[in-house]
């Protein structure tokens, strides 16, 4: 079974700043993927990141970074720069070999100008 | 590219009502998922499928029915509706397990 834990429900940060959002998960299996997910208040579903649980290196996407410690089950996101259209509910996911894909409960971000 | 489409975007049943909600996905994806959005649970998942005519229960099954009759349609049915299944229902699709879920915009379901 995959769980994911998002111990952070809600997080502030002021615009350009730095934040850090939080995602530990559980599985068995040894091949595995990670994900985060944007929702702004459109309600869609936007992908940030992806990270591939076999990969050493932290994936990257502009002012998105991941920091993955796979010994540790960690998989925070890293925002820099904030910008107030990144004010969303952040969610990360994990998806295995048994075609689940299993979400955390997910951290409110706000944006402070 | 419609993407992942869902039918109908709200509805208000009353207890007991039965209703069936349609995702359409037109990029040929093996995987589909029915999730369920409710504040502070974060998406919880129904059932899904690996391919066409296979369905599978998951962490939140009971009340609701799926099938998945053609490749691009995953159905999702409410026998007798109840006010716990007020939520928000997200539908959504994949081509492999590495790859990213494609979401559709929801469907906010009141059930009074």
């Known amino acids: 079974a995959q769980t994911v834990t998002q111990s952070q429900p809600e997080m502030s940060v002021q615009e350009a700043e730095t934040v850090t959002l939080s995602c530990t998960y559980d599985?068995?299996?040894?091949?595995?993927?990670l994900f985060w997910y944007k929702q702004p208040p459109s309600r869609q579903m936007i992908l940030v990141i992806r990270q591939e649980a076999y990969k050493q290196q932290n994936a990257t996407e502009n002012r998105f970074s991941v920091n993955f410690q796979k010994a540790a089950k960690s998989f925070s996101l890293k925002i820099s720069d904030s910008q107030l259209g990144d004010a969303a509910m952040y969610f990360c996911?994990?998806?295995?070999?048994?075609?689940?894909?299993?979400f955390g409960k997910g951290t409110l971000l706000t944006v402070n100008p | 590219n419609a993407g992942v489409t869902q039918t109908p975007k709200f509805r208000v049943l009353k207890t007991g009502q039965s209703m069936t909600l349609l995702c359409a996905q037109d990029?040929?994806?093996?995987?589909m998922y029915w999730y369920r959005q409710d504040p502070g649970m974060g998406l919880r998942l129904i059932h899904y499928?690996?391919?066409?005519?296979?369905?599978a229960k998951g962490e939140v099954p009971d009340g609701y029915n799926v099938s998945r009759l053609k490749k691009q349609n995953f159905l999702l049915g409410l026998e007798s509706a109840a006010p716990s299944q007020t939520s928000v229902y997200f539908c959504?699709?994949?081509?492999?397990?590495?790859?990213?879920?494609?979401f559709g915009q929801g469907t906010r379901l009141t059930v009074v």
């Open positions: 990029m040929n994806h093996e995987y």
């Open positions: 599985t068995s299996e040894s091949d595995y993927y």
């Open positions: 959504a699709s994949r081509t492999l397990m590495n790859t990213e879920a494609f």
């Open positions: 996911a994990s998806g295995g070999s048994n075609y689940k894909l299993t």
């Open positions: 499928s690996v391919g066409e005519g296979t369905t």
